[in-house]
């Protein structure tokens, strides 16, 4: 089967200035999240979708950071102005509903700002 | 919130010798869950031990889990040079709306 798939792969931007990442789950999982993983620590939960419906928000900076899962696939994650504590790797992942088993990760969005 | 938390930070060990890796926790689990990661890539599923079981093998890989101490331990044997990569603990807490919580992550380097 089809990993999960991300893009782009890098982005270097300057401070105040807007970017979005986007994530295309495994066909069929129902859960999908957003982490936010930087250098030399594990990853932090940004936000967690069951289908297209909000699960978890809590550690997502609303002010600056937005997420949407339309239809309940694919995703975007936009932070709007960035900052330069916002320079991390933004992982998607996405499992199976109802089952905290495995989840399954992309390659990741490396943000650098500058 | 970081509920595991991995000993060591870092291990560094020649090729062919074993590693061991060790993860606490906090509360109560309904199991816990050991990733890979190579420099700049995803993280990738290694092995789920569910909350009744002590002792599960994967090819070279054996997680233990106690849940009186709230501990778990990652063992690779015969390493190579491959395995050289971080290794994270995720627990499922038994309240946890299918989130899973991360460590820090133990940074393995395999010497050739």
């Known amino acids: 089967e089809a990993g999960v798939a991300q893009s782009p792969r890098y982005k270097i931007i300057e401070k105040r200035q807007s970017v979005a990442f986007w994530c295309n789950p495994i066909?069929?999982?129902?859960?999908l999240y957003w982490y936010q993983q930087i250098l030399g620590q594990g990853p932090k939960l940004l936000i967690q979708?069951?289908?297209?419906?909000?699960?978890?928000d809590s550690q997502l900076p609303k002010d600056r950071f937005s997420a949407e899962r339309l239809k309940g696939v694919d995703s975007t994650l936009k932070i709007q102005p960035a900052k330069l504590e916002d320079s991390a790797v933004y992982l998607c992942?996405?499992?199976?509903?109802?089952?905290?088993?495995?989840?399954?990760f992309g390659e990741g969005s490396r943000l650098t700002v500058l | 919130s970081q509920q595991g938390e991995e000993d060591p930070q870092a291990l560094s060990i020649q090729e062919g010798e074993n590693a061991t890796m060790n993860c606490s926790y906090k509360?109560?689990?309904?199991?816990l869950q050991w990733y890979r990661q190579n420099s700049g890539r995803g993280l990738v599923h290694l092995i789920l031990?569910?909350?009744n079981e002590r002792e599960k093998h994967s090819g070279r890989l054996r997680v233990t889990l106690d849940t009186s101490k709230k501990s778990s331990s990652l063992l690779i044997t015969a390493s190579r040079a491959a395995d050289t990569a971080s290794y994270f603990c995720?627990?499922?807490?038994?309240?946890?709306?299918?989130?899973?919580?991360w460590g820090a992550g133990t940074k393995l380097i395999i010497k050739p």
């Open positions: 992942a996405s499992g199976r509903r109802g089952n905290t088993g495995e989840l399954f």
């Open positions: 066909s069929g999982h129902a859960t």
């Open positions: 979708f069951q289908n297209n419906g909000v699960v978890d």
């Open positions: 509360t109560s689990i309904n199991n």
């Open positions: 031990i569910r909350s």
């Open positions: 995720a627990t499922d807490a038994e309240d946890s709306n299918y989130q899973l919580i």
